[in-house]
């Protein structure tokens, strides 16, 4: 771990420099630290040319280390600290182990053998300013013997930090002194150390979710990267005493095939940080957007079918972390058994034949288990759930079945005891999602079902799927098992309480672990999956009835959520046709349940109570439909009575004059009372009719509705460009709007109903706020002459990213009234806003508007009329509208088609930023 390679070429010929260079006679400072400012710009321009020429990572790293040891020497030297012997300059952490990278800190230590004088003092600063004035990014500490042994036992991370250091320059005899007062008998021995460490390493994978596979990972910190496997070097150097990792196959830790796969991992890692640095220009270990795809061409990947280059660059980078995942839990779990329960009892305790308990971890009985009985591989994981008083599997059984996954193939898989175990793993009471993930991570589930091992690592390249589609797969599974739990129930109540109705859960897991398992292959998603889906169900022993519910529900998953996003939920025909599409309660319940736990697992962060509430209004309108009978569906005209009745009846208990009410509904369009809640109505009702005219235009807001958003009413003076100015002022006002209904009446005042949510996705709960948006649409509402104000908001770095054609689509509602427009565009702040002044330019209505946004992109649709309230059906007005939205928003033409991508599926309800 400490040994250093000489670099060769340019960074030989700079190292002679550093050591041949002697200060002019009579040079200034400056001109020194000019002189030392050439040499490490010289260097660093050498060190970059050689990665761009394909240099090897390992050689670069060390190279670099190894400049800067013949450097920081010659600086030594130049303040005359070689002259004494109570000094030492030492490398520790990255820079110990011989790592640097070209941003990497510069950690050092100066180690004195007793308190330092004066003159040694103020050589040291002297020493340590010139390193910052020539711009060398240094750690530092400066510690007596004593005092560093005292750090160490009291601070963990200085321990590791001297674990990992190299003398550069002083007396060898007080370094050696210093290792041998840092050695385990003294402090930190290897139980404590190892505690430590691993609880450090959970702490950090926690930081990052848990995950390896976020869209913008950091090679360094994230579970899988540089740091597990640092963690294992410190471990070992502790525990062994051992100076590379390679050791770890003497002592029989690890295979040399496995030897091999770290370092072939860390050899990646070590060239994708090499590449981030060098294109930064600054020290950087996350994998931005900014830089995916640039490191994928520069890697060698290109553009195929269906896959773009830098999707296949970060399925790699992914699969090599997971590989690395794999590694340090194996090396992990050996030195927990080596460590920790190193006193414990060692006799094994039989579970079955081929099962035993060891210490508290499950072991086969013999080495050759799975070679004689290869449905073991399978067995190990149902033993788990069937003994949940184990902490896990030995490692050295771990390694027994990533040896032995090969035994899983065609005739593995058809054998019908495999099939009924894997079946049986899915039908387990508890420990599904545990046991899923586990045969993820040693391998199983990939060989087993092969179209998975196609997901594994495979990331989509947009803002929108923030895990590959293996974690995500896994994490909907994990969604759905959480509604069965009592003290998860808190969250979904009504998911968790609907979950105890479905009769069987394992087909709904079924349906979670096929939905998106076609991903990538070109074509509809949906549909290959649900072919495949059907095909495994019927081999895995399920009746035609179970099989082609879990193939419906595959290739139906993404209808609810494009049902909500697209369709008006209060419309009585799409309701309709959505129960219709549906066919039963049953398939219904499993489809509410499965679209809840996928949108949870595509991007977690993005769920709020208000998609909560579209889809469970969407739920129960439909289970309603079912149980009228689908041959007896929703009129408009009953829907009309009943809502116009709940709504008087509310009304009434309010004292509110009934023949008010009745009288200010003549004015009032049907589509209001089919858009609008009976406690809606009421609450507009109540306010206009117990107003004085003169108040008007009026502007009222609750905090928190049923909906889970703030909801914005506007009752004002009808104009053209009302709906510009509203969304122009929410925009500056920095509020999301979700929704937005408009009714125009017919004394020409306009109904419009705004749900916002604020910056951070939660409705707004400081008062000050509200009245702050209130008294903004009133001053504004009162000067309908003012023209809309364009927002101009910074656009995100992620949004920066990511490119999408704008797509303008065109048809008319299912009553022939309006006309829809659905458009898709790259999302940015203000967004809404612009649209509106385009509807303003185009002499455009909006009725009703659904805002959507997929990660980068947003998708919105809109129901709209002309001026005279009719559908727009002239090719010259919808030619008008398509160039003032493309000339308000920026954007090009994009290419006709489908405002859904397979591949990209949208989810209902998702906010506009700053829209």
């Known amino acids: 771990m400490n040994e250093i390679l000489v670099p060769r070429n340019a960074e030989s010929e700079i190292l002679q420099a550093i050591a041949g260079w002697r200060p002019p006679a009579g040079a200034s400072r400056a001109e020194e630290i000019n002189a030392f400012n050439a040499i490490l710009k010289r260097s660093n321009d050498a060190l970059k040319q050689a990665f761009y020429a394909g240099a090897d990572a390992a050689e670069l790293v060390h190279g670099r280390s190894a400049i800067m040891d013949h450097l920081l020497k010659r600086v030594w030297r130049r303040f005359e600290l070689d002259r004494t012997d109570d000094v030492a300059l030492i490398a520790v952490g990255g820079y110990g182990r011989g790592e640097l990278h070209p941003y990497s800190d510069v950690d050092l230590k100066l180690l004195l053998s007793k308190p330092a004088d004066k003159d040694l003092q103020q050589r040291m600063s002297d020493f340590l300013t010139f390193l910052w004035d020539i711009g060398l990014p240094v750690g ?501 009575t009943e809502v116009k009745h709940a709504s008087l009846h509310i009304l009434e208990a309010r004292s509110v004059d009934l023949d008010a009410c009745r009288r200010l509904w003549r004015d009032f369009d049907e589509e209001y009372f089919l858009r609008h809640s009976d406690d809606e109505i009421a609450w507009h009702t109540q306010a206009i009719v117990q107003s004085d005219p003169a108040q008007w235009p009026l502007v009222l807001i609750r905090q928190l509705t049923a909906r889970g958003s703030t909801e914005i009413f506007v009752y004002a003076q009808g104009h053209h460009h009302l709906f510009a100015m509203i969304t122009s002022a929410l925009a500056r006002l920095g509020l999301n709007i979700l929704d937005a209904r408009i009714t125009t009446t017919a004394a020409d005042y306009t109904l419009d109903t705004f749900m916002v949510l604020d910056e951070s996705g939660r409705p707004i709960d400081e008062r000050y706020k509200l009245d702050e948006i209130a008294g903004t649409l009133s001053d504004l509402l009162r000067h309908p002459e003012h023209v809309p104000v364009e927002v101009a908001r910074r656009v995100s770095r992620k949004l920066r990213h990511f490119d999408v054609p704008t797509r303008i689509e065109f048809d008319t509602t299912s009553n022939g009234r309006q006309t829809v427009l659905e458009l898709v565009t790259a999302d940015h702040p203000g967004l809404l806003s612009r649209i509106g002044m385009a509807f303003t330019d185009s002499d455009v209505l909006v009725h009703n508007a659904r805002i959507t946004t997929i990660g980068e992109q947003a998708e919105d649709v809109f129901i709209i009329t002309d001026l005279k309230h009719q559908p727009i059906t002239d090719d010259w007005h919808l030619a008008l509208i398509r160039d003032c939205l493309l000339r308000r928003l920026g954007r090009r033409p994009g290419l006709e088609g489908s405002v859904a991508d397979a591949d990209h599926p949208p989810l209902s309800g998702e906010s506009t930023p700053g829209a």
């Open 140 to 640: 530092h500490s400066v510690r007596t013997l004593d005092e560093c042994v005292r750090a160490s036992a009291e601070d963990i991370t200085i321990a590791t930090n001297l674990i990992e250091s190299r003398l550069l320059v002083g007396p060898e005899a007080l370094f050696r002194t210093m290792n041998e007062r840092l050695a385990p008998p003294h402090i930190w021995p290897s139980r404590e150390f190892f505690e430590a460490k691993l609880e450090e390493q959970q702490r950090r994978h926690h930081r990052f979710g848990d995950t390896a596979y976020r869209l913008e990972p950091n090679v360094k910190e994230s579970p899988g990267g540089l740091r597990d496997i640092q963690m294992v070097g410190w471990v070992t150097k502790r525990h062994l005493g051992a100076s590379s990792l390679h050791e770890l196959v003497a002592h029989g830790f690890i295979s040399e095939d496995e030897y091999r796969t770290l370092a072939h991992g860390q050899m990646f890692l070590w060239r994708v940080r090499l590449a981030l640095h060098t294109l930064a220009g600054r020290r950087e270990d996350r994998l931005l957007f900014d830089y995916q795809r640039t490191i994928a061409d520069l890697f060698g990947y290109t553009d195929e079918d269906h896959n773009l280059a830098v999707e296949q660059f970060m399925q790699s980078y992914y699969r090599t972390v997971m590989e690395l995942q794999r590694l340090n839990e194996t090396l992990l779990q050996l030195y927990q058994e080596a460590i920790l329960y190193a006193d414990e009892d060692d006799e094994p305790v039989l579970i079955n034949r081929r099962f035993q308990a060891r210490k508290g971890f499950l072991e086969v009985t013999r080495e050759n288990v799975f070679k004689r009985y290869p449905s073991a591989l399978l067995e190990l994981f149902l033993t788990m759930q069937h003994h949940p008083e184990l902490k896990g599997v030995r490692a050295s059984t771990i390694r027994l079945v990533r040896r032995h996954c090969h035994l899983i193939d065609d005739k593995f898989r058809s054998n019908i005891a495999n099939r009924s175990l894997f079946m049986e793993i899915l039908r387990q009471p508890s420990g599904i999602t545990h046991e899923l993930r586990r045969m993820n991570r040693y391998g199983v589930l990939a060989a087993y079902w092969p179209s998975f091992a196609r997901v594994v690592g495979r990331m989509q390249y947009d803002l929108f799927h923030t895990f590959t589609v293996d974690e995500h797969t896994l994490f909907v599974v994990r969604n759905i098992r959480r509604l069965s739990v009592p003290e998860f129930a808190h969250e979904l109540p009504f998911c968790s309480e609907l979950f105890t109705q479905i009769p069987k859960p394992e087909l709904l897991y079924l349906a979670a672990l096929f939905h998106d398992i076609a991903k990538g292959r070109g074509g509809d998603h949906s549909e290959l999956g649900a072919d495949e889906a059907e095909t495994f169900c019927l081999e895995h022993g399920l009746s035609q009835y179970d099989a082609r519910l879990v193939s419906w529900l595959v290739k139906h998953h993404l209808l609810m959520s494009l049902t909500a996003q697209r369709k008006d939920i209060n419309d009585p025909a799409d309701i309709n046709a959505f129960a219709d599409e549906v066919g039963n309660l049953t398939r219904l319940n499993y489809l509410y349940l499965l679209t809840v736990a996928d949108i949870r697992a595509t991007n977690p962060t993005l769920w709020n109570s208000w998609k909560d509430s579209l889809l469970r209004e969407l739920y129960h309108a439909a289970k309603r439909v079912m149980q009228r009978g689908l041959d007896n569906p929703l009129a408009r005209e009953d829907l009309i």
